[in-house]
């Protein structure tokens, strides 16, 4: 222990001392770097948080705990360490912090639990109300049927309950979550792995004899209640499915089934839970793994002459008074995966039915259902492929049922239907439909002259504008290794495309549906999309930068500036997530700052309310107890003396040795220091004027100054400026306060080039988020061009440099010293970006390119 603080002593003063002399200062100044160094982590922890609730990011649940984890563990180093400065006398903000931990780990085990439930209940026993029992496909469906009157098949809901009964038998709920804990959101490479490892688990796993004989039952009563025994369609109801998200094509159906393959086709649906796209697309938008509960929804099956889609507003045209259908012949799988391209009706409210227009397309092919069960595709019958599936009245009928969900449901929405062999409407399935926010006038020209128009067909599913390299994709290989910001472009559409949405620029395809599953993706993750080019992968090559303009149906050849400068832009889809509101809850109780003035007499860990509180409070305060030091704690101990200069702040400062001249005096000039790189540092400082002249071309900085007193006294009243400064012949420490500024400069130089570095810290605050962002980005900028290695955060920058030979090191010092009191004059002036550059450039060319040519 004394040769290790014997060598901590010489290398921050570079003295050597007896070790017996030196072990209190020493120990309590290796607590001091060590609260420094976990002060700097949780500050950049808090920044990342915050980022993430900005929309721009995407996270889980696996981020949160993480975050959390190294909170706890950071911040609790830094109270420990406050602590040990402090003689313990700091118990209290330890249990400051336990208390404020308790509250971050109570929203963390808010957790989400299977309603306990019969295994299996039958439609009529279910209401909209019961999305957590059997899941919201089940319970739209049966609330249509019970509520509504409208002709729904009969059926039977198998339980999420029986799903969590299926994972006990088998005793695989440990199993999952442990396996997906393995699995990041940025971490695509390993999906693949981990998707097949769980479903192995679901495909070796057996349905419990209990669930599988409630399975039987229901489906002997449904037999004795329809006089015959049919086959079934098996249709995925997870839990959240169908609600805030679509999970469109991401579960498992099963059309035509025997019922002795129910409890297989059961595992299956199950299984599907884990597939790569459905994992991916469940952790994007922020699902637990307590939440993949898996409902299934079991119907007779019906024999389809023809089935599709209705949307009871066109996506595109919402704010008109017309419902969007497409049909099929046959089975409706065909109508929402895009193999075949669909009838297309818009059909008016006013009058009822009244056909708007209709495009009638050929469909050579169809599904089938097989006596003996499964599907099958067969030609379309020669008379009927260029017909319509639908007549006039069925329309109409359609559009009643479209006013009758959207006022009971009170917003627009996303129906299945089927025309059985006696020409009776069934409906099989309803959904919210997402739709696209309206949109004012647009200010995008319709046609942008002097760029070639490759392709200006199709159907517009998703509007705005992208534009990036051609990707093109003909296989699901194809979809490994998708760039960020390419062009899909593809034959025909597929709900497999979402994982890679959120890198895609925009979307485009020879064929498709504007109600399939990938449309409906491509709306979620509000990707420019257009279907139905025909022939866009034989006119666009691998490579291509193209532009997309999902607003007029355009595709240019190469960037396109004034359709990508246009007002527009992605909203957060996430903000309605369970992992977007605790991020949101638990940033309420970390980054807020309570304690702002330190001379207030609430400015105490019982008035601390947050993590960020936990930090200021221990920060300030191993500020005072580093100045604490007296006499006895060290020989030749020179006490804290303050620095006499022309400069408007107050700095008190620690000499570990080395650092100043001696003095009996309790203050020193700027002369008296000896601390080489505390030297540099201070002739950068006085190096600048105070206050600055204003820029050329402007006339007045009274013309400016337009803002309010509230403006520029965001985040808390002033308090006192107050410097600290721990120094010795290579060392310094420094901890500025200038107005809302807080910066700390640490470094260390000597001839040993190994030893040498420097760390700089900024943390902002005051003023408007407007002129706060300014500031930063003009720090960043400058420290960019001084080549430190850096990261920004919101307001919070910090920067390091290392292993420069210390001519070198000064060099950098001096400058941070010119720009610690440049960016403080400047705060009144962060009044646009044009002054902001101005400044940028003035300081490069009037202190750095003076200082490198030196």
Request: proline share 6%; charged share 20%; aromatic share 8%.
């Amino acid at each position: 222990m004394v040769t290790a603080l014997k060598r901590a002593w010489q290398l921050i003063t570079g003295v050597p001392r007896p070790p017996e002399a030196l072990s209190p200062l020493a120990a309590k100044h290796a607590h001091f770097q060590r609260l420094l160094h976990a002060n700097n982590q949780v500050l950049a922890l808090m920044a990342d948080m915050e980022e993430k609730l900005s929309g721009d990011y995407l996270f889980d649940f696996q981020y949160i705990l993480a975050a959390v984890n190294q909170l706890r563990q950071e911040t609790t180093a830094l109270v420990e360490a406050l602590n040990q400065m402090g003689g313990q006398r700091y118990q209290d903000l330890a249990q400051a912090l336990d208390r404020i931990m308790a509250a971050v780990e109570e929203v963390l085990e808010r957790r989400w639990e299977i309603p306990e439930a019969p295994l299996v209940l039958g439609f009529e026993e279910l209401n909209a109300g019961m999305i957590e029992v059997v899941g919201g496909k089940n319970a739209n469906l049966a609330e249509i049927k019970n509520r509504l009157g409208l002709p729904v098949p009969p059926g039977f809901a198998v339980s999420s309950y029986a799903y969590k009964c299926f994972l006990d038998y088998n005793q695989l709920g440990e199993r999952i979550t442990a396996t997906l804990k393995q699995w990041r959101l940025d971490d695509l490479d390993s999906l693949a792995q981990v998707s097949e490892d769980l479903k192995a688990m679901i495909n070796a796993a057996q349905v419990p004899p209990e669930l599988e004989t409630a399975m039987v039952k229901a489906y002997d009563r449904l037999a004795d209640q329809l006089g015959s025994r049919p086959l079934l369609a098996l249709r995925s109801s997870a839990v959240g499915e169908d609600l805030t998200f679509t999970f469109a094509g991401q579960y498992a159906t099963y059309l035509n089934v025997p019922a002795t393959e129910m409890a297989a086709r059961y595992k299956d649906i199950v299984a599907s839970l884990f597939t790569p796209r459905a994992l991916f697309y469940y952790k994007n938008k922020g699902f637990r793994e307590e939440e993949m509960a898996m409902g299934v929804m079991v119907l007779p099956m019906v024999q389809s002459q023809a089935s599709g889609v209705l949307f009871t507003r066109q996506t595109e045209l919402a704010d008109q008074e017309v419902a969007l259908i497409n049909a099929v012949w046959g089975l409706g799988k065909y109508a929402v995966s895009g193999r075949v391209y669909p009838d297309h009706y818009l059909a008016a409210y006013q009058p009822l039915g009244q056909i708007v227009k209709q495009i009638i397309p050929p469909k050579p092919e169809m599904l089938v259902s097989l006596p003996e069960g499964g599907v099958k595709e067969v030609p379309v019958p020669a008379k009927q492929v260029k017909a319509p599936c639908l007549n006039e009245s069925q329309i109409t009928q359609l559009v009643e049922w479209a006013v009758m969900l959207e006022s009971h449901f009170g917003k627009p929405q996303d129906v299945e239907w089927a025309l059985d062999a006696a020409d009776k409407l069934w409906l099989l399935q309803c959904r919210p439909l997402k739709v696209p926010t309206p949109k004012g006038a647009e200010p995008r020209p319709r046609l942008v002259k002097d760029y070639p128009v490759l392709l200006e067909q199709g159907t517009v599913v998703c509007r705005g504008v992208g534009s990036g390299p051609v990707v093109m994709v003909r296989q699901d290989q194809d979809l490994k290794n998708f760039p960020v910001g390419g062009v899909l472009v593809a034959r025909h559409t597929s709900p497999k495309y979402v994982t890679v949405m959120p890198n895609a620029a925009a979307i485009i395809t020879d064929t498709g549906s504007p109600t399939g599953h990938m449309a409906l993706l491509a709306r979620e993750f509000q990707i420019p999309t257009i279907i139905n080019t025909g022939r866009a992968t034989q006119v666009l090559s691998p490579g291509q930068v193209v532009t997309v303009d999902a607003y007029y149906n355009n595709i240019y050849e190469g960037e396109v500036p004034e359709l990508l400068e246009a007002p527009g832009g992605k909203g957060n889809d996430l903000a309605d997530t369970q992992v977007f509101q605790t991020l949101k809850t638990l940033v309420k109780k970390v980054v807020p700052l309570n304690l702002v003035n330190p001379q207030e007499a609430t400015f105490t860990p019982a008035h601390c309310q947050t993590i960020h509180d936990i930090v200021r409070f221990a920060h300030e305060v191993s500020m005072r107890e580093m100045f604490k030091l007296t006499e006895g704690e060290f020989q030749d101990h020179q006490g804290v003396v303050e620095l006499e200069s022309e400069l408007p702040f107050k700095v008190a400062i620690l000499d570990l040795g080395g650092g100043l001249k001696r003095s009996l005096r309790s203050k020193i000039r700027p002369q008296q220091i000896l601390s080489i790189p505390f030297k540099a540092f201070w002739e950068g400082l006085a190096a600048m004027r105070w206050p600055q002249a204003k820029p050329a071309g402007v006339k007045s900085f009274a013309s400016v100054f337009v803002n309010t007193d509230a403006e520029g006294a965001q985040g808390g009243a002033p308090y006192r400026d107050q410097s600290y400064l721990i120094l010795s012949k290579n060392y310094m420490n420094f901890s500025i306060h200038l107005g809302y500024h807080f910066s700390t400069v640490e470094a260390y130089v000597s001839d040993q080039i190994n030893d040498n570095y420097l760390t700089f810290n900024f943390q902002g605050g005051g003023s408007t988020p407007e002129r706060r962002e300014r500031r930063v980005r003009l720090i960043e900028t400058i420290i960019d061009h001084l080549h430190l290695n850096y990261q920004r955060q919101g307001d919070h920058l910090e920067a390091r440099l290392a292993k420069y030979p210390a001519a070198e090191m000064a060099c950098r010092l001096r400058l941070l010293g010119k720009l610690t009191l440049y960016t403080k004059q400047l705060d009144m002036v962060m009044f646009s970006d044009g002054i902001v550059d101005w400044y940028i450039k003035d300081f490069l060319q009037e202190h750095v390119k003076i200082e490198e040519k030196q």
